[in-house]
């Protein structure tokens, strides 16, 4: 705009000065003629009083500088001519203004010459005897009086440029000056132009919108930033050169990647090929899901092309942790598998013994073994269906059960009291201590603990071995521990001993009868109330189980 303001003033001033020197010249030049034309006519008039005294005498010894002075009859034949022969100068009878005189005593004209580039002037006045006197001048054309002014004229011109430039970049850093000074974030206080009124409000009108539009957007930036940085799944934008746009903090921590890595390639992050595979179709506008291995864990990747008006323009990427739902996969197959063999374990012994009853292939003293046989295969059957039945309804989180204030030493007692006549078959003794601790809790679930603990501290004892059961009330906590003097469980197993149907010792677990599911359903019982299991045990020496319960 200041480029424009500057030669807009430079070209006006320029325009005024040649118009002012144009006019200037024409004015005075025309000025000059007429001054001259008067003084010709002037000098004519005081030559014809001369002639008309003296005669042809008057031009003896004439000097004449500037002037030209001629004599012509009344037939229009000249008689003297101070700057030609008379002889050989053609009848001026036609000239304008020797008619004008010969008809009003007077006449006077002005004629250009192309040739000499000059105006001559010519006074003419008539004479008592009728001839004609006239003078004439020369005067020098308009274009030449202007190249005979031409060094003047360019002092000027140089002058009225360098103060043209002056103003100019005067007037324009004035104009400019206040445009700059706009406050745009305060449209409605700048004391500027009356005529930017307008252009200001409809500013200050834009800018309000403008700030709706902004906080609009950066209140749904920050709801869908919300929305993604608490997603647990890891989300990956990509443009359609698979350049990242976005990632979520899911996503940037499994592929440890750093908050700059927005702009980066997908393939410097991760160099997965069934990955870049997945991504490659969803470029190429093909939806593509697989499950990948990532840092030893399994995840679901889904990869979904982002379109507009049919061409693709960027993917999705979609990382789900299907470890653990692989893991409950493979434990719910062994768990199938494990209740199957369970099952028909203690079936085909019931079968295969009521078979040789119904066939009557048992002697009559054998009859009551067989029986009995038959009743504890079935009792074992029993057994496994109801600590299944109770681990399906731990796994759904036993909601229909009522919490209620019990004392956990009380159910200690009972659980021990049950157990009493078991251990004192196995010649193993069954010891109770510890403070009352009262809690609010589930007490099916809590009695169950109790009573799967000390029934496999008995079942995996020695001979003469003792169980120690502890009820502790501290510091906010209850603490159930307990401890045994029986065979101990290697290392290499106590992280395993949770799960249903793991057994250290298959052999001498279907010896004693156990179903494998005991320690499973203290671990959910455990779960559900919040509190934490640690075992510490030594082979050979024993095994210690404690359960932390904390009071809410």
Known sequence: MTKRIFRSICLVALT??????????????????????????????????????????YFHDLKVKNYRISWIDA???????????????????????????????????????ATLMERSFYSAQKLNDGTILRLSISQNSILTLLLGMTRPICIIFVIALILSIVLAIQVSKKIVK?????????????EGYDELSPFLRRIDSQQKQLRGQKADLLQKENELNTIIGSMNEGMILLNQKGKIISINPAARKLLDADTDCIGSDMLSLCRNLELQEILTKALQGERGENIIRLYGESYQIDADPITSENIVKGAALFFFNVTEKEKAEQIRREFTANVSHELKTPLHSISGYAELLKNDMVKENDKIPFAGKIYDEAGR????????????????????????????????????????PQADT?????????????????????????????????????????????IQNEN?????????????????????????????????????????????????????????????????????????????
Do not use: W
């Open 381 to 420: 059957m029993i057994r496994l269906v109801e600590d299944i039945i109770s681990l399906s309804h731990l796994d759904e989180g036993a909601g229909d059960m009522q919490r209620e204030n019990i004392d956990l030493y009380t159910l200690a007692e009972k659980a021990v009291q049950s157990l009493e």
């Open 75 to 113: 037939e229009g034949n000249v008689i003297f001519d101070s700057a030609s022969d008379t002889s050989e100068m053609e009848n001026h009878l036609e000239r304008e203004e020797v008619r004008e005189a010969l008809s009003s005593g007077y006449g006077e004209s002005r004629r250009y010459s």
């Open 178 to 190: 206040p445009l700059n000074e706009i406050d745009l974030d305060n449209p409605l206080s700048n």
């Open 426 to 470: 196995v010649c193993v003794a069954l010891e109770l201590s510890g403070v009352p601790a009262p809690l609010n809790g589930i007490p099916q679930l809590l009695y169950s603990v109790i009573y799967n603990l000390c029934d496999n501290a008995i079942k995996y004892n020695h001979e003469n071995g003792k169980v120690m059961v502890n």
């Open 476 to 552: 906010g906590m209850v603490v159930l521990s307990v401890e045994d003097t029986g065979i101990g469980i290697a290392p290499e197993h106590q992280e395993r001993i949770f799960e249903r149907f793991y057994r250290v010792d298959k052999s001498h677990s279907k010896a004693v009868g156990g179903t494998g599911l005991g320690l499973s359903i203290v671990k959910h019982a455990a779960k559900i109330h919040n509190a934490k299991v640690d075992v510490k045990s030594h082979v050979g020496k024993g095994t210690t189980v404690i359960v932390t319960i904390q009071l809410l």
């Open 16 to 57: 005024v000065f040649f118009a002012s020197v144009v006019l200037f010249m024409g004015v005075l030049y025309e000025y000059f003629s007429n001054v001259e034309q008067a003084q010709l006519k002037m000098q004519t008039t005081l030559a014809a009083q001369g002639v008309t005294n003296e005669g042809i005498d």
